[in-house]
């Protein structure tokens, strides 16, 4: 992205965003409600079609696309919402054949109508993602932990080259959020896609991604890699990325903590 802007009326969503994102990269965009996340994701689906600036993906300018495409290449990314977006009255196998919609022709009704070949498929990334058991339940029946899983597993449907996941565990307990976001860290770098995830808390960003980008009132006011980060520079991020009083007050609070077992400021 290249000087990549946003408004809508009169607000400014993104502002002059300068983002390169290498191909195997697993890149969390972290930022408050309504810093911009969304916004910058659906552009990298070509879901929004910039105000200013420019955007390429998979190497493509997107703004050159044809319809036809601009589809093509969104078939090669995978999307994953926060709130998983699934059909819940149908099978969980039937939800993870529909990724695969796009590659096909003309509408399907009922799991007989997708072929053989793609129905091996859904049950392969149904196993990657430890729901083989759950195929032929309706999706609604599942936890929030397993739908995401579910949802995940129609991503793949798509064979990816890039994974986009926005506030994926928003809705999860802490413990399937863990869940979650290994599992899209593992089939990320067992298959080397690019992933651009965005969270809103620092302490899960610091542990999964490879970098993270900072956005506050659609800027970018930090691109770091995690490794190495010392607690110091955590509550850097935290300052960087808090724009609200609650924001401040977790800060004084692990200010606190980190305060007590190491005041020194070493490694996270
Ligand atoms: N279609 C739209 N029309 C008008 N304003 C919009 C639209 N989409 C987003 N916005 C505004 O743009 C800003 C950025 O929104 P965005 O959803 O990208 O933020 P976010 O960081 O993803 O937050 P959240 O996690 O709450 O979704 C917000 O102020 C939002 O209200």
Known sequence: MRGLGKRFGELAALSDVNLEVRR?????LLGLSGS???TLLRHVDGLEQPSSGEISVLGRDLAQLTGREL???RSRIGFVFQQFELVGSLSVLENVLTG???????????????PRELKRAALGHLDRVGLLNAAYQRADTLSGGQQQRVA???????????????EPVASLDPESSEQVMTLIREIALDQGLTVLCSLHQVDLALGWGDRIVGLRHG?????TPTDGLSKAQVMEIYGRVATTTSEFRAISELERQFAGTDAAGGPA
Do not use: F, T
């Open 24 to 28: 195997g990269e697993i890149v969390v």
């Open 36 to 38: 911009g996340k969304s």
């Open 71 to 73: 589809r093509r290449l």
């Open 100 to 114: 695969a919609l796009a590659a096909l022709r003309g509408p399907r009704l009922g799991l007989i109508s997708y």
């Open 152 to 166: 995940i597993a129609r991503a793949l449907m798509q064979n990816p080259e890039v994974l986009l996941a926005d």
């Open 219 to 223: 800027e970018v006011v930090l691109d």
